[in-house]
């Protein structure tokens, strides 16, 4: 959880720097100073999701010596974006492999089970073979499985025009509750309500656990909880499987 966060920081904080290494750079960190360029001092909590969301990022603008220093956020060019993009795609491909789940072992043919989604759409990967399924188990009060989500959207876009992938997010909470969270934090992975039937059929033991079936119906690879370069491994098993 904090992992991501952490990785996310430092990319901002060092990527703009002026590559000096003789002075040591002031922390974006909860103690910095964060405004907007009209001079507004943004809450560590806002500032954060907004790095975060990969389109912003803050430059120093005052080092204050002895007390937090100050740093200027601002929304990023889409080339910018595109160089933060590729260097953090480099930082987190040198990263360890995240954990296997224990649920799951790579290379075992996945248990398939006939299932339905919110919108009433209905799935038998057993009859409907040939695909790369991707499945997402969490719950609405699980917090690394809400942090994730921008992510897991950014995921399900960039693979969109694929018929070939398919994106499940078992829940374990209710249609109505989930129709409510929802409105207010879209998840753009096919979801399955009332999934404690498949979490318990699998052995799921903690949240949020990955996994990603091959075309020939076997397990490529599983991650159980949220490591800073989780996704980053879901969208690299895709990949090789396509």
Same mark, same amino acid.
């Given at each position: 959880?904090?992992?991501?966060?952490?990785?996310?920081? $430092?990319?901002?904080?060092?990527?703009?720097?002026?590559?000096?290494?003789?002075?040591?750079?002031?922390?974006?960190?909860?103690?910095?100073?964060?405004?907007? +360029?009209?001079?507004?001092?943004?809450?560590?909590?806002?500032?954060?999701?907004?790095?975060?969301?990969?389109?912003?990022?803050?430059?120093?603008?005052?080092?204050?010596?002895?007390?937090?220093?100050?740093?200027?956020?601002?929304?990023?060019?889409?080339?910018?974006?595109?160089?933060?993009?590729?260097?953090?795609?480099?930082?987190?491909?040198?990263?360890?492999?995240?954990?296997?789940?224990?649920?799951?072992?790579?290379?075992?043919?996945?248990?398939?089970?006939?299932?339905?989604?919110?919108?009433?759409?209905?799935?038998?990967?057993?009859?409907?073979?040939?695909?790369?399924?991707?499945?997402?188990?969490?719950?609405? &009060?699980?917090?690394?499985?809400?942090? +994730?989500?921008? +992510?897991? &959207?950014?995921?399900? +876009?960039?693979?969109?025009? &694929?018929?070939?992938?398919?994106?499940?997010?078992?829940?374990?909470?209710?249609?109505?509750? $989930?129709?409510?969270? $929802?409105?207010?934090?879209?998840?753009?992975? &096919?979801?399955?309500?009332?999934?404690?039937?498949?979490?318990?059929?699998?052995?799921?033991?903690?949240?949020?656990?990955?996994?990603?079936?091959?075309?020939?119906?076997?397990?490529?690879?599983?991650?159980?909880?949220?490591?800073?370069?989780?996704?980053?491994?879901?969208?690299?098993?895709?990949?090789?499987? $396509?």
């Amino acid at each position: 959880m904090k992992k991501t966060s952490l990785l996310i920081i $430092l990319l901002f904080s060092f990527y703009f720097s002026n590559g000096q290494t003789a002075v040591k750079q002031p922390k974006l960190d909860e103690n910095a100073v964060v405004k907007d +360029e009209n001079g507004s001092v943004y809450p560590y909590a806002i500032w954060k999701k907004l790095l975060e969301t990969g389109q912003y990022s803050a430059k120093l603008v005052a080092r204050n010596d002895g007390v937090a220093p100050e740093f200027q956020l601002y929304r990023m060019t889409a080339e910018q974006m595109e160089v933060y993009r590729k260097r953090r795609a480099e930082m987190l491909a040198k990263l360890p492999q995240p954990r296997s789940s224990e649920a799951f072992t790579d290379g075992q043919k996945f248990k398939f089970e006939k299932m339905k989604d919110l919108s009433g759409n209905k799935y038998d990967f057993k009859t409907d073979t040939g695909k790369v399924v991707v499945f997402n188990f969490w719950f609405i &009060n699980c917090p690394p499985c809400k942090k +994730e989500i921008p +992510e897991l &959207n950014d995921l399900v +876009e960039k693979y969109k025009e &694929n018929p070939n992938v398919k994106f499940i997010a078992i829940a374990l909470d209710d249609s109505y509750s $989930l129709k409510n969270f $929802l409105k207010l934090s879209p998840f753009n992975y &096919n979801i399955v309500p009332d999934g404690r039937y498949f979490s318990d059929k699998y052995d799921i033991k903690g949240y949020p656990t990955h996994v990603v079936v091959g075309k020939d119906g076997t397990v490529k690879f599983s991650t159980m909880g949220l490591a800073s370069n989780t996704v980053y491994w879901v969208d690299k098993v895709i990949k090789e499987q $396509l």
